[in-house]
């Protein structure tokens, strides 16, 4: 029953969203079309609200008489996991995004603002309607299964976890907002009109989903850190990249947003990169999705998904690209400005961020050029993107610490540098002590003494300009505080958001200097020690629980003869799916992290032991990563505060 | 800014997809079912039955007839999706199975339950005979002629649709 209505309401769903896109080109709907869009919009976002209540009714109640269901859920599942595995596979995640796209839609269609509000309106309905279809013809998840199976097939082990209930709906937050700076580029290109109203409005939408996006990074990076088992946060892997390289798109826009609406600089710019954001957005999805990727995300890959998606890519942005190629040029930007100064700054900002994204591309897409041009195989790893990816994030963090301190328009260095002779001492100061630090710990010269150096230059340079401002020493403390109460929002969103990225260069760089690995094969009552703790094995058992069967290893953690810790680790059977996970458990300290994997049995070895295959992993600093992912995205929140404020204030006037 | 800057991200996208557009049609045209293996004799294996008492399995058996083999195994799901379509595919050449990795207990608790479409079925626990098949991962499918030799390969489940238009038509003499 409840698929039935499902399926109706994606008719409803497509039907609306056409109507979106429809009303204001038909000449005969003139004056009442914007109502009608707003209604469109309404009816969209109901549509797919019950179409998702729909399949997640059919997940709870296990109806195997739906292919989806049958695939990736089992009755044995526990409750949560049922819910949650509703959008833990393609068709479910390609429909809670389809509603989050719907969900914007609607939001700016009731809260949003713009002179060009219709033709928006007119081009989110082109996207959403793409993107229902795309549900609808390629991947419905509300397809029949006959004969009705008796039981279902199990979701995947590795995706029963909490983190990835959360990680695709957080990174969709982010995905699906982007099409609103695309419509909003696509509108303003129309009309030629890129300016600093367009900046203005078009900024919260981009700040939110943003904020969301470095959230759902975080979170799957988090997820992979606690499940896959592999001691690491970060891959490189082709989906986590296509993750990332919007986010640095984004974070472009965000910027030079900023300036259009400061300076009325860059209007081409800007627009150039909101349709940039949904593009790599976009492309990222269609990489994963169609196949044309191999990586350790397995989404079900069928061509003809990948056929329509490509399809749809071309329309939405050959006509944006072919529409700015026409417009660009006509665009009028602001006064000049001079390479030393705040604009040139961003500008350079902007430049290195796409360069990341365009490194991350290359080296994402780069086995299939060649696979297409000259029939090669080849696979791209860590290697590469850590040369590529360490001397541009070394620039960024160099000229974080310098740009945002320039005056508009134009600025002097000498006189920077003299204005600011000892609050630029401390960051230099702070800079030689991290290199020399670092160095000395490692016992010559490593690239983390630099990254090191770097993050501290880009911390202190933050909180120099801090003290500064607020007059610290040169006045009274009360005082001081005043004024640091008294510094405008969009100030602190940029602090936090930049104290951020030097946190997690500080902590990534400290992971990496000091994380430590051991494998080895151990028995029961054996003892190994690693970066000064202890690890005793002391049991392992088997036993059945929920749905899996479970070899727990039992381990103690212990520091100078005291012990901190019992660790779990489990390598589980599930017995549905017959597949096999290991499950690391971790010891949480608010520095170090302690992470232990159990394998299976090994009888034969070279020197003929036997014993269980253990894996250690000490974690440095792993906290501090997530800390400053978080830190990153309360800056765009913070940001988005201030967005709303004003914009009460403007009311009241 | 020059007229060139401002068309040069459109000719970069009409690239990009065009370079996407042949990598997934090239991929539909059987890209991923060549092998280097088509046009030549079964490679010499040879396996003990994974049933007891059944005959061993090896490559002299793939001569005078249609036949196929099938890569398997009792703990691979997408195989229980296949094993419907295997069912009515017995009806019409004989296959041939090799049970990948698996306990011989597993395996005759899943013949008995779903049914058996196997002709024989050879027992690969070290992965001998996959090894020298070039395989993928389970399931996975090759069509041989009436030479023995290796016309088509198929990684991954096999379906109606697989049947009629990929193996039906590659299988009744022209």
Same mark, same amino acid.
């Given at each position: 029953m409840?698929?039935?209505l ?7 769903a ?13 000449k ?6 914007l109502? %009608? ?6 009816i ?14 059919s ?11 049958y695939?990736?859920?089992h ?9 949650t595995?509703?959008w833990? /596979?393609?068709?479910g ?27 928006i ?16 013809f ?16 199990g ?14 709906p957080?990174l969709?937050?982010?995905y699906g ?13 129309w ?13 919260p939408?981009?700040?939110i989903? @943003?904020?969301?996006?470095t ?6 990076? $988090? ?11 970060w ?12 986010? *640095?798109?984004a ?20 627009s150039f990169l909101?349709i940039?954001?949904f ?38 942005f ?6 700015y ?9 602001g ?21 990341l ?5 290359l ?5 299939i050029?060649?696979e297409? %041009?000259?029939g ?5 790893g860590?290697p ?6 360490t ?6 963090l ?6 945002p301190?320039?005056? $508009?328009?134009k600025?002097?260095?000498a ?13 230099l ?10 160095? @000395?710990?490692?016992? !010559?010269f490593? *690239? ?23 007059k610290?020493?040169?006045?009274s403390?009360k ?10 929002l ?9 104290i ?19 494998e080895?094969?151990m028995?029961?009552g054996?003892?190994?020690? *690693?970066?000064?703790y202890e690890?005793?094995?002391l ?8 749905d899996y ?17 019992? %660790?779990?680790?489990e ?37 003929g032991?036997? !014993? ?10 792993m ?11 309360a ?6 505060t201030e967005?709303?404020? /004003?914009?009460?204030?403007k009311?009241?006037? | 800014?020059?007229?060139? @800057? ?5 000719? %970069?996208?009409?690239?990009?997809t ?6 997934l049609?090239?991929? /539909? ?18 396996l ?11 490559? /002299? ?18 195989c229980?999706?296949e ?5 009515? *595919? ?16 597993d395996?005759?608790? @899943? ?18 005979a996959?090894?020298a ?9 090759f069509?041989?002629?009436e ?10 489940p096999?379906d ?6 990929e193996i039906?038509p ?5």
């Amino acid at each position: 029953m409840a698929a039935n209505l499902g399926e109706i309401v994606l008719i409803f769903a497509l039907l609306s969203s056409f109507l979106q896109f429809y009303a204001p080109l038909n000449k005969s709907f003139s004056g009442r079309s914007l109502i %009608l869009q707003k209604f469109s919009a309404k009816i969209l976002l109901i549509s797919l609200l019950t179409a998702f209540s729909c399949l997640i009714y059919s997940y709870i109640i296990s109806d195997f008489s739906l292919a989806n269901v049958y695939r990736n859920s089992h009755s044995f599942k526990p409750l949560l996991y049922k819910i949650t595995g509703s959008w833990g /596979n393609h068709e479910g995640s390609m429909l809670l995004f389809a509603l989050i796209i719907c969900g914007y839609n609607f939001f700016y269609s009731e809260l949003g603002r713009s002179e060009e509000k219709k033709i928006i309106l007119c081009v989110q309905g082109a996207i959403c309607f793409g993107i229902v279809s795309y549900v609808v013809f390629t991947s419905n998840p509300f397809e029949r299964l006959f004969p009705v199976p008796e039981t279902g097939l199990g979701l995947n082990p590795l995706l029963q976890d909490i983190g990835l209930a959360m990680h695709p709906p957080m990174l969709y937050l982010g995905y699906g907002g982007f099409s609103l700076a695309f419509s909003f580029s696509v509108a303003g290109l129309w009309v030629k009109k890129i300016d600093k109203n367009w900046a203005r409005d078009l900024r919260p939408w981009v700040l939110i989903s @943003w904020s969301f996006l470095t959230m759902g990074i975080g979170l799957g990076s $988090w997820w992979a850190y606690r499940e896959l088992g592999w001691g690491g946060f970060w891959f490189w892997d082709p989906v986590e990249n296509s993750s990332l390289m919007p986010w *640095l798109v984004a974070t472009s826009l965000l910027h030079s947003l900023v300036v259009l609406e400061k300076r009325q600089e860059f209007p081409a710019w800007a627009s150039f990169l909101a349709i940039l954001t949904f593009c790599v957005g976009l492309v990222g999805f269609f990489l994963v999705r169609s196949g044309v990727l191999t990586s350790v995300h397995s989404f079900a890959s069928d061509p003809y998904r990948g056929i329509f998606m490509l399809i749809l890519l071309a329309i939405l942005f050959g006509f944006a690209l072919t529409l700015y190629s026409l417009r660009a040029s006509s665009l009028k930007a602001g006064g000049n400005f001079a390479f030393v100064s705040r604009e040139g700054g961003i500008l350079l900002n902007n430049v290195l961020l796409l360069t990341l994204c365009g490194t991350i591309l290359l080296g994402t897409l780069y086995p299939i050029f060649l696979e297409v %041009l000259v029939g090669e195989r080849v696979s791209v790893g860590k290697p590469y993107f850590n040369v590529i990816f360490t001397p541009v994030a070394f620039l960024l963090l160099f000229l974080g610490a310098i740009g945002p301190y320039l005056k $508009w328009k134009k600025d002097d260095l000498a006189k920077l540098s003299k204005k600011r002779a000892i609050p630029l001492l401390i960051p230099l100061l702070f800079f030689i002590a991290a290199f020399a630090g670092i160095w @000395w710990a490692k016992g !010559g010269f490593t *690239l983390y003494a630099p990254a090191l150096g770097l993050a501290f230059w880009l911390l202190t340079a933050i909180i120099a300009d801090i003290s500064d401002r607020i007059k610290l020493f040169s006045t009274s403390i009360k005082k001081s505080i005043n004024k640091l109460k008294d510094l405008p929002l969009s100030y602190y969103a940029m602090v936090f958001a930049h104290i951020g990225v030097a946190l997690l260069a500080i902590s990534i760089t400290l992971l990496s200097a000091f994380e430590e690995d051991k494998e080895l094969l151990m028995k029961a009552g054996e003892k190994t020690e *690693l970066a000064g703790y202890e690890i005793t094995f002391l049991e392992s058992k088997l036993g059945q629980k929920e749905d899996y069967l479970a070899r727990t290893g039992k381990f103690s953690v212990s520091r100078n003869g005291k012990e901190l810790a019992i %660790l779990l680790p489990e390598s589980r059977i599930y017995i549905v799916q017959g597949s096999s996970t290991t499950e690391a458990d971790i010891y949480y300290t608010p520095i170090t992290d302690i992470y232990i994997v159990i394998g299976d049995k090994a009888y034969e070895t070279r020197e003929g032991k036997e !014993g269980f295959s253990v894996r250690i992993y000490v974690r440095p600093f792993m906290n501090l990563v997530w800390l400053s992912c978080l830190i990153i995205a309360a800056g765009g929140f913070i940001a988005l505060t201030e967005n709303i404020k /004003n914009r009460g204030k403007k009311k009241k006037k | 800014m020059t007229r060139f @800057w401002v068309i040069f991200p459109l000719l %970069l996208f009409i690239a990009f997809t065009a370079v996407l557009a042949a990598r997934l049609v090239s991929h /539909n045209t059987g890209y991923f079912k060549q092998s280097p293996l088509i046009g030549k004799d079964v490679p010499s294996f040879s396996l003990p039955s994974a049933i007891d008492g059944d005959e061993n399995l090896d490559n /002299n058996e793939f001569k005078g007839r249609f036949s196929a083999i099938n890569i398997f195994a009792s703990w691979c799901i997408s195989c229980r999706y296949e094993h419907e379509h295997l069912m009515a *595919l017995s009806k019409i050449i004989p296959i041939y199975g090799i049970d990948w990795k698996d306990e011989k207990e597993d395996l005759k608790q @899943w013949l008995d339950r779903w049914g058996n479409p196997y002709k024989k079925i050879g027992f690969d626990k070290n992965g001998e005979a996959v090894i020298a098949l070039g395989v993928t991962g389970a399931p996975e499918t090759f069509i041989i002629n009436e030479e023995g030799k290796i016309i088509f390969r198929y990684p991954g489940p096999i379906d109606a649709d697989v049947i009629k238009n990929e193996i039906m038509p590659r299988i009744t003499t022209k």
